[in-house]
């Protein structure tokens, strides 16, 4: 074989190896973002133990952040938009914070963002106790409960990770609260905010 053969095969071989790398990696990002994480196991009635105040006036959402995750960044951002357009639903996010990781740690950019939403409630919850009661257990979970406590809609409120825009999710919760009617639940996509170990306890 010809030393111009032999550099046309590399060249073809590398090409090759080039295309399969690329795609690999295409491959793997669209796995990533379009694999949801787990569901809540979201009691049907608001959760007597829980620390949040609920008026009997307004409906209550709450959404589970883990300040690290950057898939949270559009969570948040669908929130806002969900807030705009339902009055009568009030907002509390519960931002994830191991007792044994330093005060301040939470303090990014995604809890920043959540505290300037219009009639947001942040608290942080150290260790998920929240999230436990509500059976949680990915950042950007949301849930909504009614005027009466009653479980109206379970799940996230992106349509992948990392991806805000307009979704399912985001319409069902709007579209419930506006009317008071039906029930709804969509894929959540986020950062798990709780251990194997831990979901298995509860």
């Known amino acids: 074989m010809s030393r111009r053969s032999i550099l046309r095969v590399v060249l073809i071989a590398a090409g090759l190896l080039w295309a399969a790398t690329i795609g690999a990696a295409y491959h ?8 949801p994480g787990a569901a809540a196991r979201a009691p049907e009635w608001w959760p007597s133990a829980s620390t949040i ?20 960044r559009a969570s948040v951002s669908e929130l806002q938009a ?29 809890t920043a963002s959540a505290s300037r939403i219009r009639r947001a409630s942040v608290k942080i919850d150290v260790d998920g106790r929240e999230a436990r009661l509500f059976g949680g257990f ?18 996230g409120i992106t349509s992948l990770r990392g991806h805000a825009g307009i979704n399912r999710g985001r319409i069902d919760v709007i579209q419930i609260v506006q009317s008071g009617l039906g029930t709804g639940a969509h894929p959540v996509f986020g950062c798990a905010i709780a251990t194997a170990t831990e979901k298995e306890q509860r």
């Open 138 to 155: 990915t950042s950007g979970q949301t849930l909504v409960y009614d005027r009466n406590g009653k479980l109206r809609f379970s799940g």
């Open 53 to 72: 105040s609920r008026g009997s006036e307004e409906w209550t959402l709450v959404m589970l952040v883990h300040p690290h995750c950057s898939c949270s």
């Open 28 to 35: 793997a990002v669209r796995l990533f973002e379009t694999t």
């Open 82 to 110: 969900i807030v705009e357009k339902s009055p009568s639903l009030r907002p509390h996010i519960l931002v994830y914070r191991p007792s044994d990781f330093r005060k301040g740690w939470e303090r990014t950019d995604v």
